[in-house]
């Protein structure tokens, strides 16, 4: 596997034990895996992930003779020698992947094996998250909802990385998730009657589209303020802890998230309270017109794992194998060892940020077209799938007819399901109305009587 992370980086820089960690046996098989025994894989594929433990000592001479200072934070060599720290590494860290372009194995890759039932699901379950992006997207073009915002291009993401985890896992979603609500059972009336906000919407019309929570299914309701959600699923990993579930909890965030204190607080906290968290950053070049070269001057975000003694990994996010396997050692990790993991994975937003963008404003036209058809992930993987016998055109043409019935159908049925009640506009906070919300109200249904041309009709008083 041609794959270099961090660690052998550390290793030539920092004169420390020579022990990093150790991996529970427990991890270095898998008996139970639906194809074949794994034969150490997660003992392969788990060294890439950096990890660094520092004990603190009295200061003495080491066997070379250098000396060392009992630092609270822990033993630090001393040097004669005044040496700063060059701004970055001369060699970017590399990326793990397991399928080219074509959807070719690479030579020599470790990843976890999975069943044909397994690849065919995952594989179906992107298609759906592509078709549903398409259909969506035009009812907003055709003023059907208001607003919407697809995961083109960042299909593998979603499903491979929701394939890894259990539905015990707590997940906090930036906005461009939903192919996790997708695998672990929300329907697509369900995500139909969230765009349009009728009364069978769980959050009763308050949010806008695309913002989905399910209390059922550990997923936690979309918020729109960047990378509020990333300290909130550190708290609920720390809470995990407490209880001894088994189970962690997983957050996503672009790229752009990185670059609000809320990251950096949430990673510093679970670095130092040793919290089960798993922290998916989708790197997709672009926080909506501004690209990563304007961020961050750092080798992306993977180091920044490393900064604060973070167990990292960087991989391909368009290769569906390395998501699933990297996210699974990655839990395994989280939970066994009660520790946090951050991810990288290197993608491209294939499409317009949102309905409310036009990113040929600012990025070329043959640059999205060129991940959008040569680094299609759901492509990639369907050539895999191909290869091995498990998928054809009929089975291919099949799927997609059929979701665009029942995507037509689910819409066709969410709009004709009434709003719901105004009053619901204030509800749900308090488990009573204070004075001022309902003096809010009373001002409100004022307005509406007052101007009713003003106000959407179809919204019950």
Same mark, same amino acid.
């Given at each position: 596997?041609?794959?270099?992370?961090?660690?052998?980086?550390?290793?030539?820089?920092?004169?420390?034990?020579?022990?990093?960690?150790?991996? /529970?046996?427990?991890?270095?098989?898998?008996?139970?895996?639906?194809?074949?025994?794994? #034969?150490? !894989?997660? $003992?392969?594929?788990?060294?890439?992930?950096?990890?660094?433990?520092?004990?603190?000592?009295?200061?003495?001479?080491?066997?070379?003779?250098?000396?060392?200072?009992d630092?609270?934070?822990?033993?630090?060599?001393?040097?004669?020698?005044?040496?700063?720290?060059p701004?970055?590494?001369?060699?970017?860290?590399?990326?793990?992947r397991?399928?080219?372009?074509?959807?070719?194995?690479i030579?020599?890759?470790?990843?976890?094996?999975?069943?044909k039932e397994? &690849?065919?699901?995952?594989?179906?379950?992107?298609?759906?998250?592509?078709?549903?992006?398409?259909?969506?997207?035009?009812?907003?073009?055709?003023?059907?909802?208001?607003?919407?915002?697809?995961?083109?291009g960042?299909?593998?993401?979603? !499903?491979?990385s &929701?394939?890894?985890?259990? $539905?015990d896992? !707590?997940?906090?979603?930036?906005?461009?998730?939903?192919?996790?609500?997708?695998?672990?059972?929300?329907?697509?009336?369900?995500?139909?009657?969230?765009?349009?906000?009728?009364? *069978?919407?769980?959050?009763?019309?308050?949010?806008?589209? @695309?913002?989905?929570?399910?209390?059922?299914?550990?997923?936690?309701?979309?918020?729109?303020?960047?990378?509020?959600?990333?300290?909130?699923?550190?708290?609920?990993?720390?809470s995990?802890?407490?209880?001894?579930?088994?189970?962690?909890?997983?957050?996503?965030?672009?790229?752009?998230?990185?670059?609000?204190?809320?990251?950096?607080a949430?990673?510093?906290?679970?670095a130092?309270?040793?919290?089960?968290? +798993?922290?998916?950053?989708?790197?997709? $070049?672009?926080?909506?017109?501004?690209?990563?070269?304007?961020?961050?001057?750092?080798?992306?975000?993977?180091?920044?794992?490393?900064?604060? $003694?973070?167990?990292? @990994?960087?991989?391909?996010? #368009?290769?569906?194998?390395?998501?699933?396997?990297?996210?699974?050692? *990655?839990?395994?990790?989280?939970?066994?060892?009660c520790?946090?993991?951050?991810?990288?994975?290197?993608?491209?937003?294939?499409?317009?940020?949102?309905?409310?963008?036009?990113?040929?404003?600012?990025?070329?036209?043959?640059?999205?077209?060129?991940?959008?058809?040569?680094?299609?992930?759901t492509?990639?993987?369907?050539?895999? +799938?191909?290869?091995?016998?498990?998928?054809?055109?009929?089975?291919?043409?099949?799927?997609?007819?059929?979701?665009?019935?029942?995507?037509?159908?689910?819409?066709?049925?969410?709009?004709?399901?009434?709003?719901?009640?105004?009053?619901?506009?204030?509800?749900?906070?308090?488990?009573?109305? /204070?004075?001022?919300?309902?003096?809010?109200?009373?001002?409100?249904?004022?307005?509406?009587?007052?101007? /009713?041309?003003?106000f /959407?009709?179809?919204v019950?008083?």
């Open positions: 596997m041609a794959t270099h992370f961090t660690k052998t980086r550390i290793l030539s820089r920092v004169k420390a034990n020579k022990s990093l960690w150790s991996l /529970p046996s427990t991890l270095l098989s898998n008996p139970s895996s639906p194809t074949k025994p794994q #034969n150490g !894989i997660l $003992g392969r594929l788990v060294p890439f992930f950096l990890a660094r433990r520092y004990e603190s000592v009295e200061a003495c001479n080491v066997e070379d003779g250098d000396q060392v200072l630092f609270p934070g822990g033993r630090v060599a001393l040097s004669p020698e005044m040496r700063f720290l701004k970055s590494a001369e060699e970017r860290i590399s990326c793990y397991v399928l080219d372009d074509s959807g070719q194995l030579d020599g890759s470790t990843f976890k094996d999975i069943s397994l &690849a065919i699901k995952m594989y179906s379950q992107m298609v759906t998250l592509q078709v549903m992006d398409t259909i969506f997207y035009e009812a907003q073009r055709q003023g059907r909802i208001s607003f919407y915002l697809t995961s083109i960042e299909e593998a993401i979603n !499903i491979a &929701a394939a890894a985890l259990t $539905g896992d !707590i997940v906090f979603p930036q906005y461009r998730e939903p192919g996790i609500l997708l695998w672990r059972g929300f329907t697509l009336q369900e995500f139909a009657n969230q765009c349009f906000g009728n009364k *069978a919407d769980y959050g009763k019309g308050r949010q806008m589209p @695309i913002h989905y929570g399910s209390n059922k299914l550990n997923y936690f309701t979309v918020s729109s303020p960047i990378a509020t959600q990333i300290p909130h699923a550190v708290g609920a990993a720390y995990l802890k407490m209880d001894k579930r088994n189970a962690c909890a997983v957050t996503f965030f672009g790229d752009g998230g990185t670059s609000e204190g809320d990251f950096h949430a990673m510093n906290f679970a130092v309270m040793d919290v089960p968290v +798993i922290f998916i950053c989708r790197n997709n $070049g672009w926080a909506i017109s501004t690209p990563t070269s304007e961020q961050f001057k750092s080798d992306g975000v993977v180091v920044r794992g490393q900064a604060y $003694g973070i167990r990292s @990994i960087r991989i391909d996010g #368009n290769d569906a194998l390395a998501v699933y396997s990297a996210v699974h050692a *990655a839990r395994n990790m989280a939970v066994s060892e520790r946090p993991i951050l991810i990288e994975a290197l993608t491209y937003r294939a499409g317009h940020h949102s309905t409310s963008d036009d990113s040929t404003k600012y990025r070329p036209a043959d640059e999205i077209e060129h991940w959008r058809t040569s680094r299609d992930p492509a990639r993987f369907r050539k895999w +799938i191909q290869r091995n016998d498990w998928w054809c055109d009929v089975d291919e043409s099949a799927l997609r007819t059929n979701l665009r019935k029942e995507l037509l159908h689910a819409i066709q049925v969410a709009e004709k399901v009434e709003k719901p009640l105004l009053k619901e506009l204030f509800t749900d906070v308090y488990d009573e109305l /204070p004075s001022n919300l309902s003096e809010q109200e009373r001002e409100l249904r004022r307005l509406i009587e007052k101007h /009713p041309s003003d /959407p009709a179809d019950p008083l």
